[in-house]
T-cell receptor, first 113, second 111 residues
């Protein structure tokens, strides 16, 4: 069965510090991978998605970047965090069958102070 | 503007009551999904609907996809405190496209 991991679970960082969030998927190969951000108790905003190693598509211009160095690894980064980067970050992978289905990781709560 | 609208935004009911939440759009979707999310956790998929007029039942939950595939509803019978959470709908305009998410309905079921 497939499993998706995210770490860290919680992170508190000062403004201007760098960021690296990691997501890994087990039990599948060549998955589509996604990074979302969720404001407190609200819907999900798609930040980046990747259909393969080294392939990154950005949905919104922002202070963040993403990379996919390995097939089942997806990284979200920033060189200098802003207060507005605070939020709940979710990684997801897409199962493509008769219907497309997304499965989410447990999320990372980022607080920028 | 949101491509997918959800209503109500908040709902607080007593255990044992029935409820319906809605997901609406002016656009047609090839498929639509419902998720439940608990605080501090990732969304968990409840159901996927793909056919206009389709009705799916998952124990006390009944999901319906509108005939025109522009809207969906989730009905919960005899709600329990364990049903508390944020209910999100998400849709793909066409197969292979990324999903868009609604803003969610936050449900509280009081014992």
């Amino acid at each position: 069965s497939q499993t998706i991991h995210q770490w860290p679970a919680t992170l508190v960082q000062p403004v201007g510090s760098p960021l690296s969030l990691e997501c890994t998927v087990e039990g599948t190969s060549n998955p589509n991978l996604y990074w979302y951000r969720q404001a407190a108790g609200r819907g999900l905003q798609l930040l980046f998605y990747s259909v393969g190693i080294g392939q990154i598509s950005s949905e919104v211009p922002q202070n963040l970047s993403a990379s996919r160095p390995q097939d089942r690894q997806f990284i979200l980064s920033s060189k200098k965090l802003l207060l507005s980067d605070s939020g709940f970050y979710l990684c997801a992978w897409m199962y493509r069958g008769i219907t497309d289905t997304q499965y989410f990781g447990p999320g990372t709560r980022l607080t920028v102070l | 503007t949101q491509l997918l609208e959800q209503s109500p935004q908040f709902l607080s009911i007593q255990e044992g009551e029935n409820l319906t939440v809605y997901c609406n759009s002016s656009s047609v979707f090839s498929s639509l999904q419902w998720y439940r999310q608990e605080p501090g956790e990732g969304p968990v998929l409840l159901v996927t609907v793909v056919t206009g007029g389709e009705v799916k039942k998952l124990k006390r939950l009944t999901f319906q996809f509108g005939d025109a595939r522009k809207d969906s509803s989730l009905h919960i019978t005899a709600a329990q405190p364990g049903d508390t959470g944020l209910y999100l709908c998400a849709g793909a305009r066409n197969y292979g496209q990324n999903f868009v998410f609604g803003p969610g309905t936050r449900l509280s079921v009081l014992p």
